[in-house]
């Protein structure tokens, strides 16, 4: 099944500053790729996310990258702000359409 | 839209005792999910139904059963409750059909303890 890893575990970045947050995936048939943020005792919510027909994808200050033959794809959160902190998930489809792998999340803290 | 609706919000119960938690979309959507969050864990897959009517276990579905009750609604039983299924769960749904994987909107979230 599919395996899905995601570095690093904890962020700390000054305001304004970028934040990257890395995933690997296992499964070469993996075609979706979203990106969730949760924020302390909320719902994972969708920021963003990436087909493997497309290498990039962009939405204001956020952008997602997939390097598909390398098997990885990154969160960029540029310009961060305070309201940026939180939990950020990523996630592969796995073993078929419709299920996904999350990784194990990665706590960012923005500090002004 | 009130999107994905969870209850209850919030759980107690004894080790032994059983339960049900709901969950309820109004999206139109084909396919359900329950997950259950542990700290440092991530999101695991507990069981899923791709249409009314399927359902198939996750990555951890041991102790637990589901019911798809029709397109709306997806319920997820624990019929002997642990200290281990101590956690957060989340129902989620998605318009994912055969062949293609979709975007998964979740609910707020069940907060249980087993004592």
């Known amino acids: 099944g599919e395996n899905v890893e995601q570095h690093p575990s904890t962020l700390s970045v000054q305001e304004g500053d970028s934040a990257v947050i890395k995933c690997t995936y296992s499964?070469?048939?993996?075609?979706?790729f979203p990106w969730y943020k949760q924020e302390l005792g909320k719902r994972p919510q969708l920021i963003i996310d990436?087909?493997?027909?497309?290498g990039e994808k962009k939405d204001q200050r956020i952008a997602v990258t997939l390097n598909k033959t390398a098997k990885h794809f990154s969160l960029h959160i540029t310009e961060t702000q305070p309201e940026d902190s939180a939990v950020y998930f990523c996630?592969?489809?796995?073993?078929?359409?419709?299920?996904?792998?999350f990784g194990a999340g990665t706590q960012v803290v923005v500090t002004p | 839209n009130a999107g994905v609706t969870q209850t209850p919000k919030f759980q107690v119960l004894k080790t032994g005792q059983s339960m049900t938690l709901q969950c309820a979309q109004d999206?139109?959507?084909?396919?359900m999910y329950w997950y259950r969050q542990d700290p440092g864990m991530g999101l695991r897959l507990i069981y899923y139904?791709?249409?009314?009517?399927?359902?198939d276990k996750g990555e951890v579905p041991n102790g637990y059963n589901v019911s798809r009750l029709n397109k709306r609604e997806f319920s997820l039983r624990l019929e002997s409750a642990a200290p281990s299924q101590t956690s957060v769960y989340f129902c989620?749904?998605?318009?994912?059909?055969?062949?293609?994987?979709?975007?998964?909107?979740f609910g707020p979230g069940t907060r249980l303890t087993v004592l």
């Open positions: 990436i087909r493997s027909n497309v």
């Open positions: 989620a749904s998605s318009a994912a059909l055969a062949g293609g994987s979709d975007t998964q909107y």
């Open positions: 499964d070469s048939a993996s075609n979706y």
């Open positions: 996630a592969a489809e796995s073993d078929s359409w419709g299920k996904f792998q």
């Open positions: 139904s791709a249409s009314e009517g399927t359902t």
């Open positions: 999206m139109n959507h084909n396919s």
